[in-house]
C-alpha cells in the first residue's frame, strides 16, 4: 500500500490495537487485513447450503483488501477499530430516543454512553419533551425543559472516552413549533455550554411558508398535542440566523422534506425526529448507519472521470456495507432489530476536491456543480443496482414489503443506499480531500503526540502535491494560482449551497457540508444561505464565519448598580474587563527568517495567528553562552507578550527600532544595511513584514477554541463539526 506518513500515524495511533504499554500492535497492513478478513466472514451465512463458503469468504476477503488497499473505498471509523475485535461494533450513526418521563431520559443517557464507548455517535429529538414550567403530576413538580436536560447528555457525554479512539458526539434536535424553541436556538451562545452537541432546529414546511408571508404560526405543546400560542416567523428566524452568525449554531433540518423523502424509506417506522452529529443520516428512533466512502480522487483518467472502474468499485463498496451489517454487534436489542429490519446503509464520498484539481475545474463553477450531479448520479443508480443483485441472491430487506420501493424495484436488499459525509478520520488515511468539501489550504502543519510521552510532539508539513506540480511549471516567482486551486475561504456562500444541493439530489439520505462565511459577512448573507438551501432541495445546512468561535458572546461585564425608587437596579458604571491575552493554537503556522548583524547570526521564527498575523516571536543565534541565551530569549518573550494582549505591531516595532548597543554593523539585508543591535534589527524586520507588506493568511479553518482530546492541539470548525487538523480526529465520528 502507498501511504503517507500522516496516513501511517493516524492508523497507528487511533485506529489499530495496542497493548497493555500502549505500543502498538499492528501496522497498518495488519488493520486492512484484519478488517477484511472480518467482514468476509458473512459470507459464510449466505453460502452455509452451498458448499462454497470458504471460496466465498476467500473471493471476498481479497476483494475487500484490494478495495481498501487502494485507498478507493474505507468504511467509517469504528468499522476499522472494532472489525475482528472483542466489541465488534462496527456503525458510526444512531439515534436514541428521548421520552417524556425521568425513567425515559436517564435511560436514553445511559444508551448513549454504551454507545459512546464502542465509538459511535448519537442524535436525539428532545422534542418531545415537555417545556419549561410545565407541571409534572406526579409530583407536583415543574419541568425543566429540554435545554437542561440537553446539559445532562452532555456531561455525561464528556466523561466517556469513546472506544478509546474519542470522544463522544452528539445532535440535539428541537422542532421550530416546541415551546421552548427560542431558549433552544440560543443554547450555545455560551461557548463553555453544549460543547459535545452540534444542534438544528428541525424547521417544518408550515414554518417556511409562514416565514415567506412574514406570518405567525402556531406553537404545540409536545404533552398534549395542543396548540399554546403563536410566535411570528420572521421573529424566530431572525434569532437563529444571528445566533448562526455569531457562532456556528445552530443549524437547520428540513424535516418534513426529510419525511417526504427517501431518507424515510419506510414510513411505519417513522416519523424521523433526528439525524447523526452531523447531519448527513437521518434515522429512526434505534435506528443506525454504517458508512463507507469512496475516493473519488483515485478515479480521474486521461483528464476524464473513470465511469467503467467507479461502477466496479460502487458494487464492491455496497457488498462490504451490506456484511457490515451482518457482522455488527448491536449496542442493544432496540437497535439489532430497526437496523435488520431495514438493513439502512450510506455511501459516500471523499476526495471530490482532489478529483475536481485534477480534472482543472474550479470547485466555484458550473462545470463543477454539473459534474457533481453526474458524479453521485451515476453513484446512485450503480448502487441501487447493486443492491437490488444482493437482494435477489440474498433476500430484501426484511420490511421491503412496507417500504417506498416495494413497487420500484424488484428486489432491494437496503433501504437506503447513500450518505455524503464529512470523512474526518478516513480522508487522511487515504490521503485525500475531506468529503465534498473544497480545500481549506494548500499547506500547513500537522502535529501529532506520538509513543508514550504525552509532551513528545511530531510535526509534518503538508504540502498538496497539485500546489508542488504547478509550482514546478512556474518559469517566474509570484505567479498568481490558478482558479482551479481554490480553497474554502475563497469560494462564495452560494456555491457552497449549491454544491450541496448538487450532491443532495441524488443521494438517499442526506449531505454533510459546511457553508463556508468570511469573517466580514452579514447576518443577511447567512440568511440567503439558509433560504437558498431550502429551496435548492437541501435536507438542512449548516454555516460557519470566519473567526465567531473566537468571541465569547456571553461574556457578562459585572456592574454596580443603585435602587432606582422602583426596586430595580440599574446599571451606572461597567467594571473594565481585565486584559486577555489571545493565545496562539498548538498547531501553527511560522515564518522563519535568517539573518546577521555584524559577527552575530541567527534565525528570527514568528508564530501565526490563523488570520496571519504575527503572535510570537523566537530568537536563536550562534552564540551559545548562557547571556546571550537569556538575553535573546528575554526579547522574544517581550515581543510575544506584546503581541498576545494585542499592542498592534506597528506600536511594539516603532518603540523598539533604533535601540543601540552591540553587537551592531552590517547585516546583509539590502532593504535594511545596517542595524545598531539585534532589536533595531528585528524590530525593522518584523515592520518590513507584517506592516509595510501585510500579512499572509495560512489557514481558512477556524479554531472553536477548544483542544483535541488526542493531541491536544486546536480543533477546528469544519463539515459540520469540531475537526483535528492535526490528527484526524473528528467529534463527529
Not at 508542488?468 to 462564495?492: E, F, H, R
Not at 459540520?720 to 463527529?732: M, V
Amino acid at each position: 500500500m502507498e501511504l503517507t506518513e500522516n496516513a501511517r500515524i493516524v492508523l497507528e495511533r487511533r485506529i489499530g490495537g495496542r497493548d497493555g504499554n500502549g505500543d502498538p500492535t499492528e501496522s497498518a497492513e495488519d488493520i486492512f487485513v484484519r478488517v477484511a478478513r472480518n467482514i468476509s466472514l458473512a459470507e459464510s451465512v449466505f453460502h452455509k447450503d452451498t458448499g462454497q463458503a470458504a471460496i466465498a469468504m476467500a473471493l471476498a476477503e481479497a476483494k475487500f483488501l484490494k478495495l481498501m488497499g487502494n485507498m478507493d473505498f474505507l468504511p467509517n471509523s469504528p468499522t476499522l477499530v472494532n472489525a475482528g475485535k472483542e466489541l465488534q461494533q462496527l456503525s458510526a450513526c444512531f439515534v436514541i430516543p428521548v421520552e417524556d418521563s425521568m425513567e425515559g431520559i436517564f435511560e436514553s443517557v445511559k444508551q448513549a454512553a454504551l454507545i459512546h464507548k464502542t465509538g459511535g455517535g448519537t442524535g436525539f429529538s428532545f422534542s418531545r419533551l415537555r417545556p419549561t414550567n410545565s407541571g409534572v403530576s406526579k409530583t407536583s413538580g415543574i419541568a425543566s425543559g429540554p435545554v437542561s436536560f440537553m446539559q445532562v447528555f452532555d456531561k455525561a457525554t464528556a466523561v466517556i472516552k469513546q472506544g478509546g479512539t474519542r470522544r463522544g458526539a452528539n445532535m440535539g434536535i428541537l422542532r421550530v413549533d416546541h415551546p421552548d424553541i427560542l431558549e433552544f436556538i440560543h443554547a450555545k451562545d455560551d461557548l463553555t455550554k453544549l460543547n459535545n452537541f452540534n444542534i438544528s432546529v428541525a424547521i417544518t414546511d408550515k414554518f417556511m411558508i409562514a416565514l415567506a408571508n412574514n406570518e405567525d404560526y402556531d406553537i404545540v405543546n409536545p404533552k398534549d398535542g395542543e396548540v399554546c400560542a403563536q410566535l411570528n416567523s420572521r421573529v424566530v428566524f431572525n434569532q437563529i440566523i444571528t445566533s448562526a452568525h455569531t457562532t456556528g449554531d445552530p443549524g437547520v433540518i428540513f424535516i418534513d422534506r426529510i419525511n417526504a423523502g427517501k431518507a424515510n424509506p419506510v414510513p411505519k417506522r417513522g416519523p424521523i425526529e433526528s439525524t447523526n452529529p452531523c447531519g448527513e443520516q437521518p434515522l429512526y428512533p434505534w435506528d443506525s448507519c454504517n458508512l463507507g466512502s469512496i475516493n473519488l480522487s483515485n478515479f480521474e483518467n486521461a483528464g476524464k472521470v473513470d465511469y467503467a472502474r467507479l461502477s466496479e468499485v460502487v458494487h464492491d463498496s455496497v457488498h462490504f456495507l451490506d456484511n457490515v451489517i451482518e457482522m455488527n454487534k448491536w449496542p442493544n436489542p432496540e437497535i439489532a432489530e430497526v437496523s435488520n429490519a431495514i438493513r439502512r446503509i450510506g455511501l459516500g464520498v471523499m476526495g471530490w476536491a482532489d478529483l475536481l484539481i485534477k480534472l482543472r475545474i474550479p470547485y466555484d463553477s458550473e462545470e463543477a456543480v454539473e459534474l457533481a450531479e453526474a458524479v453521485m448520479e451515476f453513484i446512485q443508480q450503480e448502487a441501487d443496482k447493486a443492491s437490488c443483485v444482493l437482494g435477489m441472491t440474498r433476500g430484501n430487506f426484511p420490511d421491503f414489503a412496507d417500504s417506498i420501493y416495494s413497487h420500484v424495484y424488484p428486489a432491494l436488499r437496503n433501504s437506503t443506499r447513500t450518505t455524503i459525509a464529512p470523512t474526518g478520520t478516513i480522508s487522511i488515511i487515504a490521503g485525500c480531500s475531506g468529503g465534498i468539501e473544497p480545500l481549506f489550504a494548500l499547506k500547513f502543519m500537522r502535529s501529532h503526540f506520538l509513543d508514550k510521552d504525552p509532551n513528545k510532539r511530531f510535526e509534518m508539513a503538508e504540502f498538496h502535491p497539485a500546489l508542488a506540480d504547478w509550482l514546478n511549471t512556474q518559469d517566474a516567482p509570484n505567479q498568481p494560482l490558478p482558479s482551479y486551486l481554490v480553497t474554502s475561504g475563497d469560494i462564495a456562500p452560494e456555491w457552497h449551497v449549491r454544491m450541496q444541493a448538487a450532491f443532495q439530489k441524488h443521494t438517499d439520505n442526506a449531505v454533510s457540508k459546511t457553508i463556508n462565511f468570511r469573517k466580514e459577512a452579514t447576518r443577511e448573507q447567512v440568511e440567503e444561505a439558509y433560504v437558498m438551501a431550502y429551496v435548492t432541495g437541501c435536507n438542512g445546512i449548516t454555516v460557519y464565519r470566519d473567526g465567531s468561535r473566537e468571541n465569547q458572546v456571553l461574556n457578562t461585564i459585572p456592574t454596580v448598580g443603585t435602587d432606582d425608587g422602583r426596586g430595580e437596579e440599574t446599571a451606572i458604571n461597567p467594571i473594565s474587563p481585565s486584559p486577555t491575552r489571545r493565545k496562539l493554537n498548538d498547531t501553527r503556522s511560522a515564518l522563519s527568517h535568517k539573518f546577521s548583524v555584524g559577527d552575530f547570526e541567527g534565525y528570527i521564527t514568528v508564530g501565526l495567528y490563523p488570520d496571519g498575523s504575527p503572535g510570537e516571536v523566537f530568537i536563536i543565534g550562534n552564540r551559545t553562552g548562557s547571556t546571550t541565551r537569556g538575553y535573546l530569549d528575554s526579547i522574544g518573550l517581550l515581543f510575544s507578550l506584546a503581541l498576545q494582549y494585542g499592542t498592534p505591531i506597528d506600536k511594539v516595532t516603532e518603540k523598539l527600532q533604533g535601540s543601540r548597543f552591540e553587537p551592531s554593523g552590517r547585516t546583509g539585508d539590502i532593504d535594511i544595511p545596517v542595524a545598531t543591535s539585534v532589536v533595531d534589527y528585528i524590530a525593522r524586520w518584523l515592520r518590513r513584514e507584517f506592516v509595510d507588506k501585510g500579512t499572509t493568511v495560512e489557514y481558512t479553518k477556524e479554531p472553536t477554541g477548544n483542544m483535541c482530546p488526542d493531541c491536544d492541539a486546536p480543533l477546528f470548525y469544519g463539515s459540520g463539526c469540531s475537526e483535528c487538523i492535526s490528527c484526524g480526529y473528528s467529534k463527529c465520528g
